[in-house]
């Protein structure tokens, strides 16, 4: 009942202003869009049944897919390796080096890739220094590509995943890595036999997290992808600003649900992993 009690406001205000919210407009979602009137009161699935059989709506998807999934494996990829350093280090600038990871955090994503824009523009740093290097004879616009989108994503989601890994990692003992040496295995072996099973748990949180930021990017794709660069969430933003209502909410229901998912079974492959180890 005390327990009850204590995470009862807390639930309540959850309750009210995430879910009361999301299932109003999942009610949208099945209403019918009409030009002339906004919205027609109804219930349909033509909203869904379009978006699952429209090229344009599809490749959306798919592209939104690829880019997190991609995104989120380089973050893990790059990421490790310096959560493993902070982790171990006994340095006294420790603390400037987290601090040196966390400060991106203060700036918002449109100003990182704004930044972004400036580097890899056509009148950019990296294609003017091409330039006086004599490896290209003109300007290089590197901008509005898939690559460059999933460049700005790793940008921005690269510490949460070093701070979801260096947190787990302090927490294992380093004598089991010792042993691990003592008994005759190699570096990379301790890391896969040894380390990598202990670390699970910061490795599920960390991709959980990246994967949910990268699928859900907004200005990053918008400033960096160009218009032509379709992902769901700015997606969503282009049919509400058409008064697309219910389509703008049945492409926002099949973004959640399938980041959802995919989140779950995550955790549950993670989990039996965790406990097999």
Not at 77 to 101: D, E, H, T
Request: glycine content about 8%; hydrophobic content about 55%; some cysteine.
């Amino acid at each position: 009942m005390t327990a009850a009690f204590l995470i009862g406001p807390a639930t309540f205000i959850a309750a009210l202003g995430v879910i009361g919210p999301m299932l109003y407009l999942l009610r949208y979602s099945f209403n019918q869009y009409d030009p002339m009137e906004l919205m027609i009161e109804t219930f349909t699935l033509s909203n869904y049944v379009e978006f699952f059989t429209s090229p344009y709506y599809l490749s959306a998807y798919l592209t939104t897919l690829r880019v997190g999934l991609i995104s989120t494996v380089i973050c893990l990829v790059a990421g490790f390796p310096l959560a493993y350093v902070l982790a171990r280090s006994g340095s006294r600038f420790k603390n400037l080096m987290i601090i040196g990871i966390v400060v991106p955090l203060f700036v918002g994503n449109a100003v990182r890739a704004a930044g972004w824009m400036s580097f890899l523009g056509s009148r950019g740093l990296l294609s003017v220094t091409l330039m006086k290097l004599g490896f290209t004879d003109g300007p290089t616009d590197f901008m509005y590509t898939e690559g460059t989108v999933i460049v700005g994503i790793v940008a921005v989601n690269l510490p949460y995943m070093v701070l979801s890994l260096q947190s787990v990692l302090e927490g294992i003992n380093r004598n089991v890595e010792e042993a691990a040496f003592s008994l005759g295995a190699p570096p990379l072996t301790m890391a896969r036999r040894v380390l990598l099973p202990l670390a699970l748990p910061g490795i599920a949180a960390g991709t959980i997290l990246t994967f949910i930021l990268a699928m859900n990017a907004y200005a990053t794709p918008v400033l960096l992808g160009g218009p032509s660069f379709n992902m769901m969430a700015p997606l969503v933003y282009g049919q509400f600003q058409l008064n697309n209502w219910p389509g703008a909410a049945a492409v926002a229901f099949v973004l959640m649900a399938t980041t959802l998912l995919l989140t779950i079974l995550v955790a549950i492959i993670t989990r039996q992993k965790f406990r097999e180890g």
